[in-house]
């Protein structure tokens, strides 16, 4: 049974870059989408992108001019850097994985927290 | 750009059925997924596809569509059943987009 787990920074300046890794366990990243998804505390579920397998990636348009999401197959890892943050970024940041439309599983989530 | 409009929130008595819906235009046409976020926990999927459920869901949980409204329904609720829902669709663009979420309170 595949298992995402999060890590990075929880703290990040303000303009600088969040830089977060999911470890996928239990499985290969092959044949499936990996995707980072937010929620700010309290609020709702923002989806910010995913990878493929072969390294094709797709962001939301809203986000789109300042992330990337990498792959490390060797790893079984998969990377988000979302540069220039703000307060507006500050959000428990979900990886999950993805075969059809839905996401399943997600990893625990990790509290990034951006300061001025 | 698509919207999906979900209640707030859903009070229920233990036992009876909570119906929580997710609305949007034409929403009965495109595949519909609902996820479990209990407090402190990352989202659960509990239904796939409208109507499919994963391994491991109880057969409570279920998922229904018409044109412009999606439903999930659980039936005989229990008190581990208060939790936040969120329903899920690729918007117009083909990306992946959230409903507000509903906060499910067991009375």
């Known amino acids: 049974q595949v298992q995402l787990q999060e890590s990075g920074a929880g703290l990040v300046t303000s303009s600088e870059t969040l830089s977060l890794t999911c470890s996928v366990s239990g499985g290969s990243l092959s044949g499936y989408f990996w995707n980072w998804i937010r929620q700010p505390p309290g609020m709702g579920l923002e989806w910010i992108g995913h990878?493929?397998?072969?390294?094709?990636?797709k962001y939301n348009p809203s986000l789109k001019s300042r992330v990337t999401i990498s792959l490390d197959t060797s790893k079984n890892h998969f990377s988000l850097k979302l540069t220039s943050v703000t307060a507006a970024d500050s959000a428990i940041y979900y990886c999950?994985?993805?075969?059809?439309?839905?996401?399943?599983?997600w990893g625990q989530g990790t509290l990034v927290t951006v300061s001025s | 750009s698509y919207v999906l409009t979900q209640p707030p929130s859903v009070s229920v008595a233990p036992g009876q059925t909570a119906r929580i819906t997710c609305g949007g235009n034409n929403i009965g046409y495109k595949g519909v997924h609902w996820y479990q976020q209990r407090p402190g926990q990352a989202p659960v999927l509990v239904v796939y596809?409208?109507?499919d459920r994963p391994s491991g869901i109880p057969e409570r949980f279920s998922g229904s569509s018409s044109v412009n409204t999606a439903t999930l329904t659980i039936s005989r609720v229990e008190a581990g059943d208060e939790a936040d829902y969120f329903c899920q669709v690729r918007g117009s663009t083909g990306d992946p987009l959230f409903g507000g979420g509903t906060n499910l309170t067991v009375l």
């Open positions: 990878i493929s397998y072969s390294g094709n990636t």
């Open positions: 999950a994985k993805s075969g059809g439309s839905w996401f399943d599983p």
């Open positions: 596809d409208n109507t």
